[in-house]
T-cell receptor, first 115, second 114 residues
């Protein structure tokens, strides 16, 4: 495994349903990030973890969103009671916290469509 | 507040032309980092370069070069002798402090025609 892996790659769900995405970071990376990207826009920061600790959350992350990284390895992002506005690409990235602002490596994303 | 502006939404060039992608940033941090990422049609963001605010030396990597100018808050990216495989969306990003939450621009879609 040489990269960040995300599952599933695509998810179609009905409005009001809950969805969960998984991210497996590069194995030696202790920082993990979630971003959201809508069509024609750059990625928007949602939250990040250092090991198992969630250190920062964007105001974009409403109370319907929750992220976990229970053992400091893989992470999950859950969206409850999905809305059509949640349709986007959800990107996960990881980095090694060797120096400040080390470059992050991204997965291929999970594309969510809420119908 | 941190902000990244990529004023060029779309650029189209013919293969072998040189092309420059503009990036202008705003930050109040004295220490900050700038990045360029490439997003090909497959969707995965590919890291290209990171610069810190104390290093204004321009960098060249093959056909790619970057011009960082603090005086104009710009970090422009030039592709020399463009190729069809360079077609992608290119994002400039900024982060400050230790938290590493990058702020991305809206991206520039580059199309290189044969």
């Amino acid at each position: 495994d040489t990269g960040v892996s995300q599952d599933p790659r695509h998810k179609i769900t009905k409005r009001g349903q809950n969805v969960t995405f998984r991210c497996d970071p590069i194995s030696e990376h202790n920082r993990l990030y979630w971003y959201r990207q809508t069509l024609g826009q750059g990625p928007e920061f949602l939250t990040y973890f250092q090991n198992e600790a969630q250190l920062e959350k964007s105001r974009l992350l409403s109370d319907r969103f929750s992220a976990e990284r229970p053992k400091g390895s893989f992470s999950t992002l859950e969206i409850q009671r999905t809305e059509q506005g949640d349709s986007a690409m959800y990107l996960c990235a990881s980095s090694a916290a060797l120096t400040p602002n080390t470059e992050a490596f991204f997965g291929q994303g999970t594309r969510l469509t809420v119908v | 507040a941190q902000k990244v502006t990529q004023a060029q939404t779309e650029i189209s060039v013919v293969e072998k032309e040189d092309v420059t992608l503009d990036c202008v940033y705003e930050t109040r941090d004295t220490t900050y980092y700038l990045f360029w990422y490439k997003q090909p049609p497959s969707g995965e963001l590919v890291f290209l370069i990171r610069r810190n605010s104390f290093d204004e030396q321009n960098e060249i990597s093959g056909r790619y070069s970057w011009n960082f100018q603090k005086s104009t808050s710009s970090f422009n990216f030039t592709i020399t002798a463009s190729q069809v495989v360079d077609s992608a969306v290119y994002f400039c990003a900024l982060s400050g402090g230790y938290n590493n939450d990058m702020r991305f621009g809206a991206g520039t879609r580059l199309t290189v025609k044969p």
